[in-house]
């Protein structure tokens, strides 16, 4: 395929005029003006050529099912929420409840499980907290889960163990093949050709059999647990090694969740939180010790699997930074959410990428000024990284925050999502930076790259990297005219 009169986006480096480039199995073989051959063309009429965006850190699954739950960002308190849980129940009244996006640290009360049973259903009812690491439930819903019954919610690693038995609470509706293709289809559409996908539950088997049934579209690096690196290891997969037969399909890293979060105060940190904090772990608690994080890294290591390991807090960056030191392993830390400038030069020492989600800041910023005062200066601090030499991907952590790669762009540089002035300016990046920072280490459409490649109307570095450069960012997925995977079209605009 050659694609015709086409500007480069200046990713990295300028490259002026129009300019032809030839695809031939799966990569850029040619850039240049005017290139002879009868092979299919596209026109693309002026418009700009970028490599394609990726995100770094999707849990797919839960975000396939997103279309289908009930929306609990609005409620501010658990009688607000109850009242959103009856009204789908009114409105659907055979049919489980799956909600999404209640976050429970700014409200008046607690949720438990009573407020919830008060209802009189008699059926399942789950609510996932918008930061993903804990859910609400009814009694209903913990017997049918096969978990002990309690007021309280469920939470971290207990929670993140019971979201792979959803499906015999929720059934398959929402999750099978043709749920992830849709999915698929809309990253597409936004100018995404490769997700990284973090989902709690599911293997290789699985992951293999959903691509044989159509959930094809995208290139997917698919990450185990540890809860599943027997499986691999016994396969003999290393990262990057393709899966199910398909290039476009690899074996990712191996996750391991280090820490909690900022919004259900487990993050582990430094310091105590100012405030509701949790008995007997003010500042937050490590999901492992010292010696079986190690122990995880090195078996990864051994075993050739990058590793991408989450951690929040700084306590639990640091000790993570560690871990990679002592092992040798090799991959990053998700989130860097807080941390401190030694620790960011230490990741640049030691080569471990920083895998950021910049959209979070946005729902993070007022908490952050409440749990952690006189630290936000060191929160997503995107501007030492960059200046420190860390290698920065960005993503969005959907479903936590919409699979959008412009937000996560436009956050990155101007650091707000409202009227408000942007939280600690001083660590914004450029347009140009967090434009690289998404397109999976690929700079200017060059030779020798994939042919993954996003057409757009407007150059998305046009601008000055300030407020109104991000507005316009948050809405570029309108200008995606064509979005081609390995040379074949996975979007083209009606």
Same mark, same amino acid.
């Given at each position: 395929m050659l694609i015709r009169n086409a500007r480069l986006v200046a990713v990295t480096e300028a490259v002026p005029g129009l300019l032809d480039v030839r695809l031939d199995g799966g990569r850029v073989v040619e850039v240049g003006p005017s290139l002879s051959g009868d092979e299919t063309s596209y026109d693309a009429a002026g418009r700009w050529l970028v490599p394609g965006l990726w995100d770094q850190h999707v849990h797919l699954g839960q975000w396939a099912l997103a279309s289908a739950r009930l929306d609990l960002g609005p409620a501010r308190s658990s009688a607000e929420a109850v009242a959103l849980v009856r009204a789908r129940l009114e409105e659907w009244p055979d049919l489980p409840v799956i909600g999404w996006g209640h976050r429970p640290t700014a409200w008046p009360d607690n949720p438990t499980v009573s407020d919830l049973d008060v209802i009189g259903t008699d059926l399942p009812i789950v609510l996932i907290a918008g930061d993903g690491h804990h859910g609400w439930l009814n009694t209903i819903a913990l017997h049918a889960l096969a978990l002990p019954i309690r007021d309280s919610v469920v939470s971290e690693a207990e929670w993140f163990m019971a979201y792979g038995r959803l499906a015999s609470v929720?059934?398959?509706?929402?999750?099978?093949?043709?749920?992830?293709?849709?999915?698929?289809?809309?990253?597409?559409?936004?100018?995404?050709?490769?997700?990284?996908?973090?989902?709690?539950?599911?293997?290789?088997?699985?992951?293999?059999?959903?691509?044989?049934?159509?959930?094809?579209?995208?290139?997917?690096?698919?990450?185990?647990?540890?809860?599943?690196?027997?499986?691999?290891?016994?396969?003999?997969?290393?990262?990057?090694?393709?899966?199910?037969?398909?290039?476009?399909?690899?074996?990712?890293?191996?996750?391991?969740?280090?820490? @909690?979060?900022? &919004?259900?105060?487990?993050?582990?940190?430094?310091?105590?939180? $100012?405030?509701? !904090?949790?008995? #007997?772990? /003010?500042? @937050?608690?490590? &999901?492992?010790?010292?010696?079986?994080?190690?122990?995880?890294? $090195?078996?990864? !290591?051994?075993? #050739?699997? /990058?590793?991408?390991?989450?951690?929040?807090?700084?306590?639990?960056?640091?000790?993570?930074?560690a871990a990679f030191e002592d092992t040798g392993a090799r991959g990053g830390i998700e989130h860097v959410q807080l941390t401190t400038r030694d620790d960011v030069r230490r990741m640049a020492r030691l080569g471990v990428r920083a895998s950021v989600q910049p959209a979070h800041l946005l729902d993070d910023r007022d908490v952050t000024e409440r749990l952690w005062p006189g630290r936000a200066e060191r929160c997503f601090p995107l501007r030492w990284m960059l200046d420190d030499g860390v290698d920065v991907v960005l993503g969005s952590d959907a479903p936590v925050s919409p699979l959008d790669p412009w937000l996560a762009i436009a956050s990155a540089v101007h650091r707000s999502g409202d009227d408000r002035e942007p939280w600690h300016p001083e660590q914004s990046i450029t347009a140009r930076e967090a434009l690289a920072a998404s397109t999976d280490g690929w700079g200017t459409v060059a030779v020798g790259h994939p042919a993954d490649l996003v057409l757009l109307d407007a150059d998305p570095l046009d601008g000055e990297s300030d407020g109104e450069h991000a507005r316009r960012l948050r809405s570029f997925a309108d200008h995606v005219v064509g979005t081609w995977v390995a040379g074949e079209a996975a979007y083209a605009r009606p």
């Open positions: 929720l059934g398959q509706d929402g999750t099978g093949p043709d749920a992830y293709r849709r999915s698929m289809e809309a990253a597409a559409a936004q100018g995404v050709v490769g997700l990284v996908d973090l989902e709690f539950s599911g293997g290789v088997a699985d992951w293999a059999a959903r691509w044989a049934g159509g959930a094809d579209l995208l290139r997917i690096r698919h990450a185990c647990y540890a809860d599943g690196l027997d499986d691999v290891l016994a396969r003999g997969l290393c990262s990057g090694d393709p899966l199910a037969d398909d290039p476009r399909l690899t074996m990712g890293p191996l996750k391991i969740i280090s820490d @909690g979060s900022l &919004n259900t105060r487990t993050a582990w940190c430094c310091e105590p939180y $100012a405030e509701k !904090a949790v008995p #007997g772990f /003010e500042e @937050g608690q490590p &999901n492992q010790s010292p010696d079986e994080l190690r122990a995880l890294l $090195a078996r990864a !290591a051994a075993g #050739g699997l /990058e590793v991408a390991v989450h951690a929040i807090g700084d306590r639990a960056v640091t000790e993570a930074l």
